[in-house]
């Protein structure tokens, strides 16, 4: 069992480097093995383990020199290149055209070697796209590339995981074959199509992104405002479709399948009626992962259920670690960027307490009384992985879970999914997440019920972890109230204020633009906020973020220079989260901005200062 880990561990350690290692070191791996095999019992374990480390590291380094030598060379970048491309996934509807990859078929412009799988805008709206089309294209290319702060999303790591090595825009397009038949461009036209039906049942109604995302795992049509109150909340696993909804709908149909089966008593000769409910429940699992995009939380789960179906098919016992294990390593081994995204430590993670919490109890509480326990104990368990990814801790996530699980995870997801074949029921699936997140919102807005603060230091994390498992220990475990002193820690405030007298100046990479931080022994001051790109801006997307893992709560004053995208674009962002002391800018009376200005507003004038 202890193999499993160390193969994880060897997994994560590679993308920790800063360079790779040669590609041939996983070939070096055979004669360690044999000789491991010769030593003796109590150093041959500690032998076999070093070689699982070695063995995920050498895997995961073997597949990163395959996967950087896709690259676009730096000769040809911003220069018009003639491809034959498939449109693969759901185009994404920009402000301004529309965002969509690629696969690379031929290269057309001699000399040049494309990425196989690329990124990029289209600014022509006449253009329609679908997945499987097959196009001959210009594009205009350039390397991944991304703004570099503390505390902010890495979008440069997140194209390597997704596998797209070149971004850029399309400047001229004529469709060559209306449908590719490829199994992965067949899914993704299905799930285009269910979009393309449910947006005309749901219309323009609020919670139309959120049906969507329940039902097919596209989340890009739910606004800001709404991840906003998820995030306070700690529903944003509900969002997506994870373990809940893939465990649901399978055993929903694995269930049904038994029962049909059972009329017909000759089949049960045939096939009994536990390994039928196994298949289909796995098929099911299977199907509805394809339908919902692939993501980490639902191949975890379809692994960890395809495993054990496997054991109980074959009558073998396997504990639910080893399962929980097996399926991070599969994971892994088909994905070894896996350990970049988020969505993999949230997933194992949140798995990971409840089995934890679960294990080794003697009695059996009453069923409200567990939910709620479990419910705290999640949300402890996952404080150190919150606090580090993201900076704040939802306190009100168990009383919020509460209501929304039974309602939107239990009632209101397969309503969605029945919806793709009965439209209708898609409208009252819509008005019972309406229903159900009313509370939900007013929840979000009590500040008191959010924690925030700094980044804590690695070290202070490991720590709590520590104290967690300490404190989740069975109740009459010695000394087990003193875990919590563990956890003291990572909760101190770690960011420390310019001394008196100090200037502290940080200027944030928010790309074409200007974010500058005035900070002193008392007080912050924020000149510009950066630009506004697609659907998001740098104010929600760099500026927050980093305020947050700095430990800000507050900002005494904001400058707006002039009237200019690069300038002001982020200002939205702040002006309805932050509320700064005093506002100065130089905008048009008419400007929507001035409709979310603090109290004290004034134009710049010269001969100001502060």
Known sequence: M???????????????????????????????LLLARALPDRVRSGAYLLLALAVGFG????????????TLPSAWEERDIDVIAVVTDLPQAQQRGQRLRLDIEKTLTPGVQVPRRVQVNDYAEARVYQPGQRWRMTLRLKRPHATL??????????????????????RHAQLLQSLVWHPAYLVDRLRLLLRQQMLATLQQRPYAGLVIALSIGDQSGIPQQQWQVFARTGLTHLVSISGLHVTLVAGLVAM???RCWRHRPQRLLWLPTRKLMLLSGALTALLYSLLAGFSIPTQRTLYMLAIAGWAMWSGRQLS?????????????????????????????????????ASQHRLG???????????QWLLLLGMAP?????????????????????????????????????LPPLLLLAHWLIDVSLMPINWLAAWPPLLWQQATPPAWSLLLASAGILWLSLPRGWPMRSLGGLLLLPMLLPVHQPPASGQL????????????????????????????????SDSGSRIILPWLRGEGLTRLDGLVLSHDDNDHTGGAASLLQQIKPGWLLHSLPEAHPLLTLRPAQSLRCQAGQSW
């Open 2 to 32: 202890f193999l499993l880990p160390a193969f994880i561990a060897g997994v994560v350690l590679l993308q920790q480097q800063a360079q790779l290692w040669p590609a041939g070191i996983l070939l070096a791996l055979p004669p360690p």
């Open 59 to 70: 895997w995961a380094n073997l597949r990163a020199h395959w996967r950087m030598a896709d």
């Open 504 to 535: 502290r100046l940080t200027m944030l990479d928010v790309g074409q633009g200007t974010a500058l931080m005035l900070q002193t022994a008392h007080h912050q001051l924020l000149y510009d906020t950066g630009p506004a790109f697609g659907t």
């Open 385 to 421: 992985a919150l606090l580090w990814l993201f900076q704040q801790l939802p306190l009100v996530s168990p009383l919020a879970n509460a209501l929304a699980i039974p309602l939107i995870g239990s009632i209101a997801t397969p309503l969605c999914l029945l919806g793709i074949v």
């Open 149 to 170: 702060n503390p505390h902010t999303f890495d979008a440069e790591s997140w194209m390597l995981q997704q596998n797209i090595r070149a971004t850029g825009q399309i």
């Open 256 to 258: 049904l399948a038994g």
């Open 320 to 356: 639910i670690w080893r399962v929980w294990l097996l399926a991070a390593a599969v994971v892994l081994l088909f994905d070894p960027w896996a350990v970049l995204a988020l969505g993999f430590w949230l997933s194992f993670g949140a798995v990971g307490c409840l089995l934890w």
């Open 364 to 374: 059996k509480p009453h069923w409200l009384r567990q939910w709620f326990q479990l």
